[in-house]
């Protein structure tokens, strides 16, 4: 039994470091978080409602916890975020599984977002769209989609990298919970 304490909370303690690092980072400036597993891996983020400028989407295959090559989407956006949440589901040694979750309770401002991700569920409004199919041998070229306005409504999003150039988090709380 000693054993498995010990265990659990050096791992836990490990994990929560490298949280805090991470966290630490998105204070400093521009951070990349991959941070995949669930499914084909990754991370969820949920909110009330983004309101997206400057919208690209384009074809994209990256890597996960799970696999070596799984096609997603990569989009480049700025973003205000209202009712952030963003957490992970992580699985400990012993059968637990814990959350780790961000959430912000003001407006959550980016600039120089990049999100690559493998779904997303919302209501989606677009302004100005366009979506073209081009010729060329490079896959990632062959199609994108553009929108100089996009607003989702309480979106879900399947996340595998999250980079931004800068982000404020006003009312940021970090949390660990166990799920049962």
Known sequence: MKYRGKWFWSSLTIS???LMAVVSGIYAGGVAMAVPIAGVG???IEADQIDIT???????VGDTSDKKSVPQVATQMDAD?????LYKDVHVPGGAKFRIMITASGVVKSSGMV????????????????????????FRRKFEMNAPVLVLKKPKIQGHYLYNDSISLPGMKLELHKIK
Do not use: E
Request: without cysteine; hydrophobic residues 40%.
């Open 54 to 60: 400057k919208f690209k989407l384009f074809p994209h």
């Open 81 to 85: 975020i209202k009712g952030l949440k």
């Open 115 to 138: 999100l690559d991700m493998t779904r997303i569920a919302a209501d989606h409004n677009f302004k100005k769209l366009t979506i073209k199919d081009n010729y060329s041998s490079d």
């Open 16 to 18: 929560l470091a490298l």
């Open 42 to 44: 990754g991370f969820t």
